[in-house]
């Protein structure tokens, strides 16, 4: 069955509990949990029992189905006698086992009170109930025997049952049923809550037509999974054919299915970046180096982590993602998300195999599932339309990658209903939603309405919200967020960007829509910086009470101070997405138990990457900021208008308040180091003479190219970005400085020396560099002669100095509009350019987007001799321009 492990980012079960942690316990307790019959069985053929963990002790109990008493799973309730198949008589060798089923007729009104219990498995049995042996509720062994398919002499041979899979707790329901190992009747499973929540999942076809579909619809390979007699379609990995011979098996016909595939994989990506979009959980590069696969987070939650998959997987490991892809090995929790989305990727062959540098992979693109073989058929015909509920359903250990699995969630559930028999005449109905996106089937916001939050919505997860093909006439956007409609599924065809409401679509657009993209849609200049955050209203700054380090502790606003705990370390996660954490704890800006109503408390807690952790930041246009939570679309403001001091913070809906307005008080540290030239501690050629530079003293004087000065001991304290200023005089043109560290090991780069007028005409010019903690030694050389130096300062900037860049964007600002062209491209030395814009300062960027250097152009030329090897963009501004070049360093 799917199994309970952290897998990947918000995609399964343990995953979004982990995210939950962000919350405070909701009041939700035991909840009525009713067992539909739609099959063609009578209720008394069918036998119930539910098994689990309770919350409170962690220890395995039973529930007694007729009369919902909660009950430790005891060996004394091993009293029914069971089958002794092949000789086997059960762990109590006496051929007894649990009595803990109850037929479906005798519990009352087919309804019972399901506890606040983890690992819960409520079993549906056809015909007689299941052999079940109880060790105990706890110590060692404990819990239960359940059925093994792959056992020649389990009990439970022949017996065809149904399960779903569950955990109550004070975070709320999360349920599903599940063909991860095998699928035996049709399943049906719904969930109510409060605020009207309610959403079904399950089977839409009766049991032969499934059986029958699933027979027309698979290859030769996967013909072996129906048992023609009992009707039972076994996941592949568990059938005969695709046995690889371990664990007492013998290899079966298809044991390799997808070694070639997976083969074809490992060779590539040996020699070319594997980089791809995983969803929530970011965009990840690497290779595989050995037989290991490294990948690098580039964006999301996981930035600059290194995610691991030791070797290749054979089949069955990624079949029922096992063994190296189930495996934790540095990043723990990483290494099992890369793990769970290469199980994803593999089964649903979207690994790309036959493209030269294919670039960036979109794994989460549904339209490009199971489109070549070697693929998953037998995962993939549970998402065939027709099937199942909206096309999703569990037909691997992490289908729940991409949002594919029936997983249903809700933190206040009210009641559960299962249908044994699925809903094959039925119709699932859907309620009217709403959210930071909210689209109308009809105009002025009329009709049936579904919510949209973040993420990418094709056809068919549109109609999981019931919004149906080419039926949307009005759409509301919140501040802060925009959509992005196409005209045809899968963000294809026309389309258009919409940022605020619009009450009725024109002829192009009304009725015209099958997919939809939700981005955030905020400033995106706020850079990765600190800041005090001052209420408009209030002018006072927004503070962690207390100064308190711990989760949940409270978020008011404060007399302005310097003390940590009113600086928050803003984080960029694109289009105006941010990260805030509180300084003084390293902690997150949180909504408290992802709360969308008006008044949810703001508090801080451990970073999750969820969310009612990210905000977007919408500028007033006047020097204030809207911080909008991504889970919500509502305001962070100061509770009730207040001025006073340890006011409450919260969320509440935009209407343009004061209270929701922030001033963005940047929160610098600087620590600069005074270098006075003349103190060099060795040197070549250098002479001194008296300054009349403000602060008097000696200057170093009649420097000749070739000459240098050295300083010992130059402390970096921590790693990122320096501002290095020269105070320097010059009576001539052409002189060139560049400064390094430990004698040129590190090149830190090269600068022109304006002519100042003077030889004691001072100017101070400067450019900044990314400098790794350490004590150095630092150097300046004359490149070209004729340059006063009087003193240097190296000074830590707070930001990390990160640019974002488009090499496809085209100068706008040269004669004629026409297009800049830098030469020669790869370049070793020198650089030229097609257009004179000597003079213009331009930042040099490498590939990830750090600022690796400031120089100003001399000769129409650049000096990129003092780059390391690789790919760089060069960004000009002019006339408040922006132009981004890209060029290769040999």
Same mark, same amino acid.
Request: aromatic share 10%; proline share 3%; hydrophobic share 35%.
């Given at each position: 069955?799917?199994?309970?492990?952290?897998?990947?980012?918000?995609?399964?079960?343990?995953?979004?509990?982990?995210?939950?942690?962000?919350?405070?316990?909701?009041?939700?307790?035991?909840?009525?949990?009713?067992?539909?019959?739609?099959?063609?069985?009578?209720?008394?053929?069918?036998?119930?029992?539910?098994?689990?963990?309770?919350?409170?002790?962690?220890?395995?109990?039973?529930?007694?189905?007729?009369?919902?008493?909660?009950?430790?799973?005891?060996?004394?309730?091993?009293?029914?006698?069971?089958?002794?198949?092949?000789?086997?008589?059960?762990?109590?060798?006496?051929?007894?086992?649990?009595?803990?089923?109850?037929?479906?007729?005798?519990?009352?009104?087919?309804?019972?009170?399901?506890?606040?219990?983890?690992?819960?498995?409520?079993?549906?049995?056809?015909?007689?109930?299941?052999?079940?042996?109880?060790?105990?509720?706890?110590?060692?062994?404990?819990?239960?025997?359940?059925?093994?398919?792959?056992?020649?002499?389990?009990?439970?041979?022949?017996?065809?049952?149904?399960?779903?899979?569950?955990?109550?707790?004070?975070?709320?329901?999360?349920?599903?049923?599940?063909?991860?190992?095998?699928?035996?009747?049709?399943?049906?499973?719904?969930?109510?809550?409060?605020?009207?929540?309610?959403?079904?999942?399950?089977?839409?076809?009766?049991?032969?037509?499934?059986?029958?579909?699933?027979?027309?619809?698979?290859?030769?390979?996967?013909?072996?999974?129906?048992?023609?007699?009992?009707?039972?379609?076994?996941?592949?990995?568990?059938?005969?054919?695709?046995?690889?011979?371990?664990?007492?098996?013998?290899?079966?016909?298809?044991?390799?299915?997808?070694?070639?595939?997976?083969?074809?994989?490992?060779?590539?990506?040996?020699?070319?970046?594997?980089?791809?979009?995983?969803?929530?959980?970011?965009?990840?590069?690497?290779?595989?180096?050995?037989?290991?696969?490294?990948?690098?987070?580039?964006?999301?939650?996981?930035?600059?982590?290194?995610?691991?998959?030791?070797?290749?997987?054979?089949?069955?490991?990624?079949?029922?993602?096992?063994?190296?892809?189930?495996?934790?090995?540095?990043?723990?929790?990483?290494?099992?998300?890369?793990?769970?989305?290469?199980?994803?990727?593999?089964?649903?062959?979207?690994?790309?195999?036959?493209?030269?540098?294919?670039?960036?992979?979109?794994?989460?693109?549904?339209?490009?599932?199971?489109?070549?073989?070697?693929?998953?058929?037998?995962?993939?015909?549970?998402?065939?339309?027709?099937?199942?509920?909206?096309?999703?359903?569990?037909?691997?250990?992490?289908?729940?990658?991409?949002?594919?699995?029936?997983?249903?969630?809700?933190?206040?559930?009210?009641?559960?209903?299962?249908?044994?028999?699925?809903?094959?005449?039925?119709?699932?109905?859907?309620?009217?939603?709403?959210?930071?996106?909210?689209?109308?089937?009809?105009?002025?916001?009329?009709?049936?309405?579904?919510?949209?939050?973040?993420?990418?919505?094709?056809?068919?997860?549109?109609?999981?919200?019931?919004?149906?093909?080419?039926?949307?006439?009005?759409?509301?956007?919140?501040?802060?967020?925009?959509?992005?409609?196409?005209?045809?599924?899968?963000?294809?065809?026309?389309?258009?960007?919409?940022?605020?409401?619009?009450?009725?679509?024109?002829?192009?657009?009304?009725?015209?829509?099958?997919?939809?993209?939700?981005?955030?849609?905020?400033?995106?200049?706020?850079?990765?910086?600190?800041?005090?955050?001052?209420?408009?209203?209030?002018?006072?700054?927004?503070?962690?009470?207390?100064?308190?380090?711990?989760?949940?502790?409270?978020?008011?606003?404060?007399?302005?101070?310097?003390?940590?705990?009113?600086?928050?370390?803003?984080?960029?996660?694109?289009?105006?997405? %941010? #990260? @805030?954490? =509180?300084?003084? &704890?390293?902690?997150?800006?949180? /909504?408290? !138990? *992802?709360?969308?109503?008006?008044? +949810? $408390?703001?508090?801080?807690?451990?970073?999750?990457?969820?969310?009612?952790?990210?905000?977007?930041?919408?500028?007033?246009?006047?020097?204030? %900021? #809207? @911080?909008? =939570?991504?889970? &919500?679309?509502?305001?962070?403001? /100061?509770? !009730? *208008?207040?001025?006073?001091?340890? +006011? $409450?913070?919260?969320?509440?809906?935009?209407?343009?308040?004061?209270?929701?307005?922030?001033?963005?008080?940047?929160?610098?540290?600087?620590?600069?180091?005074?270098?006075?030239?003349?103190?060099?501690?060795?040197?070549?050629?250098?002479?001194?003479?008296?300054?009349?530079?403000?602060?008097?003293?000696?200057?170093?004087?009649?420097?000749?190219?070739?000459?240098?000065?050295?300083?010992?001991?130059?402390?970096?304290?921590?790693?990122?970005?320096?501002?290095?200023?020269?105070?320097?005089?010059?009576?001539?043109?052409?002189?060139?400085?560049?400064?390094?560290?430990?004698?040129?090991?590190?090149?830190?780069?090269?600068?022109?020396?304006?002519?100042?007028?003077?030889?004691?005409?001072?100017?101070?010019?400067?450019?900044?560099?990314?400098?790794?903690?350490?004590?150095?030694?630092?150097?300046?050389?004359?490149?070209?002669?004729?340059?006063?130096?009087?003193?240097?300062?190296?000074?830590?900037?707070?930001?990390?100095?990160?640019?974002?860049?488009?090499?496809?964007?085209?100068?706008?600002?040269?004669?004629?509009?026409?297009?800049?062209?830098?030469?020669?491209?790869?370049?070793?030395?020198?650089?030229?350019?097609?257009?004179?814009?000597?003079?213009?300062?331009?930042?040099?960027?490498?590939?990830?987007?750090?600022?690796?250097?400031?120089?100003?152009?001399?000769?129409?030329?650049?000096?990129?001799?003092?780059?390391?090897?690789?790919?760089?963009?060069?960004?000009?501004?002019?006339?408040?321009?922006?132009?981004?070049?890209?060029?290769?360093?040999?």
């Amino acid at each position: 069955m799917k199994k309970n492990k952290l897998r990947g980012f918000i995609t399964s079960l343990k995953t979004i509990l982990l995210l939950l942690i962000s919350s405070f316990i909701y009041g939700q307790g035991a909840i009525p949990f009713t067992i539909n019959n739609t099959s063609t069985f009578n209720d008394n053929e069918l036998y119930v029992a539910i098994v689990g963990i309770d919350n409170n002790s962690g220890n395995h109990v039973w529930v007694n189905a007729k009369t919902s008493q909660v009950l430790p799973m005891d060996a004394t309730y091993n009293t029914v006698t069971g089958p002794t198949i092949n000789g086997n008589k059960g762990p109590g060798l006496n051929s007894k086992y649990a009595n803990c089923f109850t037929k479906l007729s005798d519990i009352p009104n087919k309804t019972f009170t399901l506890p606040l219990i983890s690992g819960c498995r409520v079993f549906i049995a056809r015909g007689q109930q299941l052999y079940f042996y109880f060790f105990g509720a706890n110590g060692a062994p404990s819990g239960y025997t359940s059925p093994n398919p792959l056992n020649a002499s389990d009990p439970n041979q022949g017996i065809l049952y149904e399960i779903i899979e569950l955990t109550n707790n004070q975070y709320g329901f999360f349920g599903n049923p599940s063909r991860v190992d095998s699928y035996k009747y049709p399943m049906g499973l719904e969930l109510f809550g409060t605020n009207g929540y309610q959403k079904r999942v399950g089977e839409l076809k009766k049991h032969e037509d499934i059986v029958a579909a699933f027979k027309a619809n698979v290859p030769t390979e996967f013909q072996g999974c129906v048992n023609n007699t009992t009707g039972e379609i076994t996941a592949p990995s568990k059938t005969p054919a695709f046995a690889d011979g371990t664990n007492g098996t013998t290899a079966g016909a298809q044991a390799f299915y997808l070694k070639s595939y997976i083969n074809q994989i490992w060779e590539k990506y040996k020699n070319e970046d594997l980089i791809f979009y995983a969803g929530n959980a970011g965009v990840f590069k690497g290779r595989i180096i050995g037989e290991q696969l490294e990948v690098v987070g580039q964006s999301g939650g996981f930035t600059g982590r290194t995610g691991r998959v030791q070797s290749r997987p054979s089949t069955q490991e990624a079949l029922e993602g096992k063994g190296v892809l189930d495996r934790r090995l540095v990043d723990g929790d990483l290494d099992l998300v890369i793990q769970a989305q290469l199980t994803a990727a593999i089964n649903r062959h979207v690994i790309n195999v036959t493209t030269t540098n294919p670039g960036q992979q979109n794994w989460y693109d549904a339209s490009k599932f199971y489109q070549a073989n070697p693929t998953n058929h037998y995962s993939k015909f549970w998402h065939l339309p027709g099937i199942s509920v909206d096309n999703l359903s569990y037909g691997f250990a992490y289908d729940d990658v991409a949002d594919q699995s029936p997983s249903l969630h809700t933190s206040q559930p009210t009641k559960v209903v299962a249908t044994f028999g699925g809903y094959a005449s039925s119709t699932p109905s859907i309620p009217a939603t709403t959210d930071v996106v909210t689209a109308y089937n009809d105009c002025n916001y009329g009709g049936f309405s579904g919510g949209l939050t973040i993420g990418d919505y094709n056809l068919a997860r549109l109609k999981v919200l019931g919004l149906q093909e080419d039926a949307i006439s009005s759409l509301r956007v919140a501040k802060g967020f925009q959509a992005i409609l196409f005209q045809d599924d899968n963000f294809s065809g026309a389309s258009t960007n919409i940022s605020a409401d619009i009450s009725c679509f024109d002829a192009i657009w009304n009725d015209k829509v099958s997919s939809i993209r939700i981005l955030a849609n905020g400033a995106t200049n706020l850079g990765n910086t600190t800041y005090y955050l001052q209420s408009r209203n209030s002018e006072l700054n927004m503070e962690v009470t207390g100064l308190s380090k711990a989760d949940n502790a409270n978020i008011a606003q404060g007399t302005p101070t310097t003390a940590d705990n009113q600086k928050f370390i803003f984080t960029h996660l694109g289009n105006g997405l %941010y #990260k @805030i954490i =509180a300084k003084n &704890s390293g902690l997150s800006l949180d /909504v408290k !138990a *992802f709360d969308k109503a008006n008044g +949810a $408390n703001i508090e801080q807690y451990t970073y999750a990457g969820s969310s009612n952790q990210q905000f977007v930041l919408v500028s007033t246009g006047d020097g204030y %900021y #809207k @911080i909008v =939570a991504k889970h &919500s679309g509502k305001l962070v403001e /100061v509770a !009730a *208008f207040s001025t006073v001091n340890n +006011a $409450n913070i919260q969320q509440w809906e935009n209407v343009d308040q004061l209270s929701g307005q922030w001033k963005l008080v940047p929160a610098t540290t600087t620590v600069s180091t005074l270098i006075q030239a003349e103190d060099y501690s060795s040197m070549s050629g250098i002479q001194t003479e008296t300054t009349t530079d403000t602060g008097a003293g000696l200057n170093v004087a009649y420097t000749d190219t070739g000459d240098w000065m050295a300083y010992k001991n130059i402390n970096f304290a921590t790693s990122g970005f320096y501002l290095i200023e020269y105070r320097v005089a010059s009576a001539v043109n052409g002189a060139k400085i560049s400064s390094d560290l430990n004698a040129g090991s590190i090149v830190l780069g090269s600068l022109d020396i304006p002519n100042t007028g003077a030889w004691q005409n001072w100017q101070t010019i400067s450019h900044t560099v990314s400098v790794n903690a350490g004590t150095y030694n630092f150097g300046l050389f004359i490149k070209n002669s004729g340059v006063n130096i009087n003193w240097i300062k190296i000074t830590k900037t707070d930001s990390t100095a990160k640019l974002s860049v488009d090499s496809e964007i085209k100068i706008q600002n040269l004669q004629d509009d026409t297009t800049l062209i830098i030469y020669p491209n790869p370049v070793e030395n020198t650089l030229l350019f097609s257009k004179d814009i000597t003079g213009i300062t331009v930042n040099i960027v490498d590939s990830q987007g750090n600022l690796v250097t400031q120089q100003k152009i001399s000769s129409n030329s650049l000096d990129v001799s003092q780059l390391k090897g690789g790919i760089y963009f060069i960004v000009l501004e002019k006339e408040g321009v922006k132009t981004v070049k890209r060029f290769i360093k040999k």
